[in-house]
């Protein structure tokens, strides 16, 4: 038969049949640390040496980092600095392009307007000249007409005043349009206003001058509508000794 106080005895903690309670057996043997946790290091069980050369270990890293880190953000702000700068320089550069094309164009501009004002001007100036100058000779007839004709009755008389107004007419017509007639009689022969048709042997006016308008000529401000037709004097041929002492023998004979 089988004891059962000696089963029961049996079934107790080993550490109970050992001879001791399970709270003492805790309390004498603590539990060991996890693998993951760390012992906490009491500084004071370290010596002097050591902790001066963990110390001086600790903040040269730290030291180390702070500098490289610090180097490289110096490098990368300076490259962005020298990209800005270098696109600056090329921003500057295509803008003073840009201004001087603008510049050139507006001369060019500038010189297209005024020769196109200045091609304008010459052709109005050339239609009306030769407008006008087609109207001369109308004017030359009636000069001839009131020279020529000498009204002897009232009816030729009022004959002659009814085409001599239109004759007015046409001649203030003229002068506002800027038409004026030449006036060269004793005036120096110039070929760039007169045309001369005649020479006269004349002491009373120096060689060269006008002496004559034969037609008359009229100009348009300084542009020349004709050229007056005049007679130019010449100086008279001298005469030789022996002409002037053989004239008194021939008195004499």
């Given amino acids: 038969m089988i004891d059962f106080e000696t089963s029961s005895d049996n079934s107790q903690n080993p550490e109970e049949a050992a001879g001791g309670s399970p709270t003492t ?37 730290y030291t180390g980092a702070q500098t490289d880190s610090h180097q490289t953000a110096l490098a990368i702000a300076q490259a962005e600095i020298e990209t800005k700068t270098r696109d600056n320089e090329q921003l500057k550069a295509h803008l003073e392009d840009i201004k001087n094309q603008y510049a050139r164009l507006a001369a060019d501009f500038d010189n297209f307007r005024k020769r196109t004002q200045k091609e304008k001007e010459d052709q109005e100036i050339q239609i009306k000249c030769s407008t006008l100058k087609e109207l ?19 009816s030729e008389m009022n004959i002659h005043k009814s085409y001599q107004s ?10 506002r349009a800027g038409v004026s007639p030449m006036r060269p009689e ?7 206003f007169h045309e001369a048709v005649m020479r006269e ?13 034969l037609v008359r000529g009229y100009v348009l401000g300084e542009k020349v509508l004709r050229h007056s037709m ?4 010449a100086a008279p041929e001298p005469t030789s000794q022996t002409d002037q002492t053989e ?6 004979t």
């Avoid at 005049?230 to 004097?233: G, L, S």
């Avoid at 004239?247 to 004499?252: C, F, I, K, N, Y």
């Fill in 25 to 61: 057996a805790n309390q004498t043997n603590p539990p060991a640390p996890a693998p993951d946790e760390q012992p906490d290091v009491d500084l004071a069980d370290l010596g002097s040496p050591d902790l001066e050369a963990y110390a001086q270990a600790m903040a040269g890293s």
């Fill in 166 to 175: 239109v004759y007015k007419l046409l001649v203030d017509g003229l002068k």
């Fill in 201 to 213: 042997t004349t002491d009373q006016y120096p060689e060269g001058t006008v002496t004559e308008e």
């Fill in 247 to 252: 004239a008194p023998a021939d008195s004499e």
């Fill in 136 to 154: 001369l000779p109308v004017v030359d007839n009636f000069e001839r007409a009131r020279s020529v004709i000498k009204p002897q009755t009232d």
């Fill in 186 to 192: 004793g005036q120096p022969f110039d070929p760039n």
């Fill in 230 to 233: 005049v007679k130019v004097a």
